[in-house]
Antibody, heavy 122, light 106 residues
Framework: EVQLLESGGGLVQPGGSLRLSCAAS????????MTWVRQAPGKGLDWVSA????????YYADSVKGRFTISRDNSKNTLFLQVNSLRAEDTAVYYC???????????????WGQGTLVIVSS | SYELTQPPSVSVSPGQTASITCSGD??????VCWYQQKPGQSPVLVVF???KRPSGIPERFSGSNSGNTATLTISGTQTMDEADYYC?????????FGGGTKLTVL
């Protein structure tokens, strides 16, 4: 069974940083691209970033480009999102999700974690 | 930037067919996925590559995509299908989600 467990969220001041993690199990992690999607309270889904299975190809939403960095450690089956220069509008639940293939772009996000909440506030 | 437009809400009676549309410029030229999200839960992929269903998704869920509009169709809608539905496509190395449609079954 595929399991994705996010962690690292919390309350942070504007301009601050966090490192989100997503621990994966139940599948061959390096064989699949991964992505981060966020959802502000009461709002819709907002794609953030994607990373190929071997980590050599990345995509970012314009709204986070230059501030967020996606990475992965295939030896530890873990996906990361380094979020810097945080703004109030970055407040959201951040989900990691698994693609159905190794390369980008993903065909679809076929498994999702439960999410980790990031609150940006002074 | 590219936008996908969905109706904010759709209502359907149990057992009837629900259709949720997703519109975007030349949307038919790319693949569309659909996600279901129930309150307090994570999204679930229900259709990918316009019309394919992941394993475990009931046959009553189907999709189509042509021209500027993709459609998610739920045949014989059940009360358990009440949820928010989001379309999603890839455009220029960017994933775009529609704004979501709240499906009410009553």
């Amino acid at each position: 069974e595929v399991q994705l467990l996010e962690s690292g969220g919390g309350l942070v001041q504007p301009g601050g940083s966090l490192r989100l993690s997503c621990a994966a199990s139940g599948f061959t992690f390096s064989s699949y691209a991964m992505t981060w999607v966020r959802q502000a309270p009461g709002k819709g889904l907002d794609w953030v970033s994607a990373l190929s299975g071997n980590g050599d190809s990345t995509y970012y939403a314009d709204s986070v480009k230059g501030r967020f960095t996606i990475s992965r450690d295939n030896s530890k089956n873990t996906l990361f999102l380094q979020v810097n220069s945080l703004r109030a509008e970055d407040t959201a639940v951040y989900y990691c999700a698994k693609s159905s293939r190794r390369e980008l772009p993903p065909v679809g996000f076929d498994s999702w974690g439960q999410g980790t909440l990031v609150i940006v506030s002074s | 930037s590219y936008e996908l437009t969905q109706p904010p809400s759709v209502s359907v009676s149990p057992g009837q067919t629900a259709s949720i549309t997703c519109s975007g410029d030349k949307l038919g030229d790319t693949y569309v996925c659909w996600y279901q999200q129930k309150p307090g839960q994570s999204p679930v992929l229900v259709v990918f590559q316009d019309r394919k269903r992941p394993s475990g998704i009931p046959e009553r869920f189907s999709g189509s995509n042509s021209g500027n509009t993709a459609t998610l169709t739920i045949s014989g809608t059940q009360t358990m299908d009440e949820a928010d539905y989001y379309c999603q496509a890839w455009v220029s190395s960017t994933a775009v989600f529609g704004g979501g449609t709240k499906l009410t079954v009553l």
